[in-house]
DNA sequence: CCAAAAGTGTTGGCCCTACACCCATGG
DNA sequence: CCATGGGTGTAGGGCCAACACTTTTGG
């Protein structure tokens, strides 16, 4: 049974074509020839904790489960059902009254590729967030709060943006990740002696084939070593 | 109206002889001859938004209207009111029938000595966050959320610290409030050194008097400059 | 004169920043 | 041979941590 007063909302960020993208999905039933979108999101079911939740719409979208997505906000302004329009859409979607509805956002750092459209979801689509569509709610709000904090979470804990990247990935690409997220340009140089310096991104022995340049080599991030490092870092 | 399904709690935190303290308040009817403690909190509204309803709650409790309240989690395990007694004590006072809830915490860093017993809450305590009393729900959760949150906040926002101390405070206070949110003795000239160094820690003209000992010198916050620099650091 | 806290400078290490060149590869 | 990105070292500045003594005041 849905639990109509509170809801969960996913702002999943990722990297597509060098530009940070937040993944919406489409609205069912918004009317015949309209394509509308949305941030991911439901209801929560009654006997549901918020995180099971968020995991439930995590899962059913993307096909992702063990992702870190952390709790980042709750919105709960009256006026958020303002919009009778949305609202609509919300009772016919999930066939029961709403009124007002109190949202808990979650925030994950996810790969762009590996997504997938979904019977529950419909079609999602990785949006530039520079350039959202028309979005219910206050979805807009809730995806420009995920993007200040996404930096914060890095800070804290650094090893969400390796969920992001592919296992193998050159030192190329995880500055590009930075840059993007950071939205300034980091030095090459430092950028590498930074990252040889904290002993969780080894190097392999592969490389690149088939580029046009020198091939760049291949790197790993160590989860055993980080676990390691991070946790003498909670006894200081 | 009161709406059920959503409440918000207050960990308003503070420093009382020389231990970081929260306020309890007493939860009213509990039985004849028993005193039973929870943090602040209430339901909220039907047409409040979350943060007035934090807002009304620290007033009630405090007579504190303006410092600065941070939303820093939301609570919302179904087995939070799993406990008969303390849903049954909730239905009784808000005189509603209450099923879930899911709670949105606040937080606050606030000045222990002006708070007063309030007639809408009865009378408050400020306990040692190692000396908690038996608390209703998951308040114990809460607070121990709250205080890993203060850390970060006060990294990001220096200036709720001033709200906890009084006008005119000696280097000494500011220096055991560090002390005591972060649990760690700091170097007393390096302390003094950065105090100086950040501009907006005014020294004024005025000393101790009747201490036994050299007299202190009394410092301000200057919160003009103190924005000043601030803004400049959210356009870099 | 004693106890208690106030106040004050210097040094070394670490980390961050800025900055320029040669290397490997495919086309 | 050229275009493209890969990969490397050094020097200066700022910030933090460690460290000890003299001053003031009340009792």
Redesign the interface.
Request: charged residues 30%.
């Given at each position: 049974m849905l639990?109509p007063?509170?809801s969960v909302d996913c702002v999943l960020l990722g990297i597509d074509n060098e530009r940070l993208c937040v993944l919406l999905t489409e609205r069912k039933n918004a009317g015949i020839g309209i394509t509308e979108y949305k941030l991911p999101g439901s209801l929560?079911y009654?006997?549901?904790?918020?995180e099971e939740a968020a995991y439930r719409v995590l899962n059913e979208t993307t096909g992702f489960k063990r992702i870190p997505l952390k709790?980042f906000?709750?919105?709960?302004?009256?006026s958020r059902t303002a919009n009778k329009e949305d609202v609509q859409w919300l009772e016919n979607d999930s066939q029961m009254k709403v009124g007002?509805i109190?949202t808990?956002g979650y925030l994950a750092l996810c790969k762009v590729r590996k997504t997938k459209p979904d019977r529950v979801y419909g079609l999602s689509k990785w949006t530039p967030v520079t350039q959202l569509p028309r979005l219910p709610f206050d979805h807009k709000d809730i995806i420009t709060e995920a993007t200040k904090e996404i930096r914060a979470w890095i800070e804290i804990e650094p090893s969400i943006v390796f969920d992001y990247l592919p296992d193998k990935f050159t030192a190329l690409q995880l500055r590009r990740t930075y840059e993007i997220i950071y939205n300034k340009e980091l030095d090459v140089r430092n950028f590498h002696k930074k990252m040889n310096s904290l002993g969780y991104i080894i190097p392999t022995h592969e490389t690149e084939i088939n580029v046009p340049h020198r091939s760049a080599r291949f790197y790993r991030f160590d989860k055993v070593k980080y676990n390691k490092l991070h946790s003498k870092l909670n006894k200081a």
């Amino acid at each position: 049974m849905l639990y109509p007063y509170v809801s969960v909302d996913c702002v999943l960020l990722g990297i597509d074509n060098e530009r940070l993208c937040v993944l919406l999905t489409e609205r069912k039933n918004a009317g015949i020839g309209i394509t509308e979108y949305k941030l991911p999101g439901s209801l929560i079911y009654e006997t549901e904790d918020l995180e099971e939740a968020a995991y439930r719409v995590l899962n059913e979208t993307t096909g992702f489960k063990r992702i870190p997505l952390k709790q980042f906000r709750s919105f709960g302004s009256p006026s958020r059902t303002a919009n009778k329009e949305d609202v609509q859409w919300l009772e016919n979607d999930s066939q029961m009254k709403v009124g007002r509805i109190v949202t808990v956002g979650y925030l994950a750092l996810c790969k762009v590729r590996k997504t997938k459209p979904d019977r529950v979801y419909g079609l999602s689509k990785w949006t530039p967030v520079t350039q959202l569509p028309r979005l219910p709610f206050d979805h807009k709000d809730i995806i420009t709060e995920a993007t200040k904090e996404i930096r914060a979470w890095i800070e804290i804990e650094p090893s969400i943006v390796f969920d992001y990247l592919p296992d193998k990935f050159t030192a190329l690409q995880l500055r590009r990740t930075y840059e993007i997220i950071y939205n300034k340009e980091l030095d090459v140089r430092n950028f590498h002696k930074k990252m040889n310096s904290l002993g969780y991104i080894i190097p392999t022995h592969e490389t690149e084939i088939n580029v046009p340049h020198r091939s760049a080599r291949f790197y790993r991030f160590d989860k055993v070593k980080y676990n390691k490092l991070h946790s003498k870092l909670n006894k200081a």
